[in-house]
């Protein structure tokens, strides 16, 4: 859609902001400008690992390292740690308007999935060796949710749990991963789930997973480090492995396009469909990409290493998690639009 004017009352509206940000202008709607604009960056002397990242409705983020998580509000302010004392690693957060789910591994090598309210209170905890029969493998290596449930996977069993941490559902995957380890999920409003292996990509039908068989695969011989779905049918699996991330189209099983010839740590999208990944070549970048795979800006990140992640907010601002060169936490902002002069 195409506008030529806004009209308040009798009068012509020459330019509109959003947040601060300029989106229209008399000749039309804009992304303004190409380059994305810093808003903070703030170091904290925790961390020695930024393992998952992810936000609430009020866009507090809550980031994990090897054995904390800390709470961070939408100016940066940390608001509260929970220490994981026998954890020796976590591997993903979900967040539900009343409680955040931490999935971990322990010193004895076991896996559990903390359940912690909003003000950093430990709830329950569950062992992951209690919730499925996968004996080989006691950990989750990622988490996801829908509206209601939290979706979690080994390496070789999907689960459905409530926010009681109950098993509604599990079925064994090893045989659509091809006896690959799985290592992240996906899911959107549609009716898929997506997996992402250390060899394959697949899906799964969301409402049926525990009766379905090898579905469409996405097979591209590299391990999937992150993967994300957008609500307009396209998949992005991304590696640290191999070039990418890679666009596909969802429904029909086919590679689009190659969005970068560098490798890439993380993955996320905005409520615009807009794609953002970590990339590195000689440094680290941040890069956004339009849904039809157009580069729209990119942005250097000076983390230390490859502990990297990443999310969108409800303006579909990005936060980045990392760890800086003094080995600290910090997390930096970005805003997509700014206001002229």
Not at 33 to 51: G, I, L, N
Not at 144 to 171: F, P, R, W
Not at 245 to 268: H, T
Request: glycine residues 4%; contains cysteine; proline residues 2%.
């Amino acid at each position: 859609m195409t506008l030529s004017n806004i009209f308040f009352g009798k009068k012509v509206v020459k330019q509109a902001y959003l947040n601060n940000a300029l989106i229209y202008q008399s000749k039309g709607w804009e992304t303004l400008p190409s380059t994305c604009t810093e808003t903070w960056t703030k170091s904290y002397d925790k961390a020695d690992a930024v393992c998952s990242v992810a936000k609430d409705d009020s866009d507090n983020l809550y980031v994990s390292s090897n054995n904390s998580v800390y709470k961070i509000d939408s100016e940066g302010n940390l608001k509260w740690e929970y220490v994981i004392s026998d954890a020796t690693t976590t591997t993903s957060i979900v967040v539900f308007p009343t409680y955040i789910y931490c999935a971990y591994s322990a010193s004895y090598n076991f896996g559990y999935v903390a359940k912690i309210d909003t003000n950093g209170n430990l709830i329950s905890t569950a062992g992951v060796h209690d919730l499925t029969p996968d004996s080989s493998y006691y950990f989750f290596d990622d988490m996801q949710k829908d509206s209601n449930n939290i979706y979690a996977i080994t390496h070789s069993h999907l689960l459905k749990l409530n926010q009681d941490l109950k098993v509604i559902d599990d079925v064994d995957i090893s045989s659509a991963a091809h006896g690959c380890n799985a290592e992240c999920i996906a899911i959107n409003n549609g009716p898929y789930i997506f997996v992402g292996t250390s060899n394959y990509g697949f899906r799964l039908d969301k409402s049926n997973f525990k009766n379905s068989i090898s579905l469409p695969e996405y097979s591209f011989l590299f391990s999937t480090d992150s993967i994300a779905m957008d609500n307009i049918g396209n998949l992005y699996l991304g590696s640290s492995t191999q070039k990418g991330p890679i666009k596909y189209d969802a429904e029909n099983c086919q590679a689009i396009k190659i969005l970068s010839l560098n490798y890439n740590y993380a993955l996320c999208l905005d409520n615009q469909e807009n794609v953002y990944f970590v990339m590195h070549s000689d440094t680290y970048r941040l890069a956004k990409y339009s849904s039809d795979g157009t580069e729209i800006w990119e942005t250097n990140i000076p983390a230390s290493s490859d502990h990297i992640k990443i999310v969108t907010d409800s303006n579909n601002n990005i936060c980045v998690a990392y760890v800086d060169n003094n080995s600290k936490l910090a997390i930096k902002k970005f805003i997509n639009l700014v206001k002229e002069n």
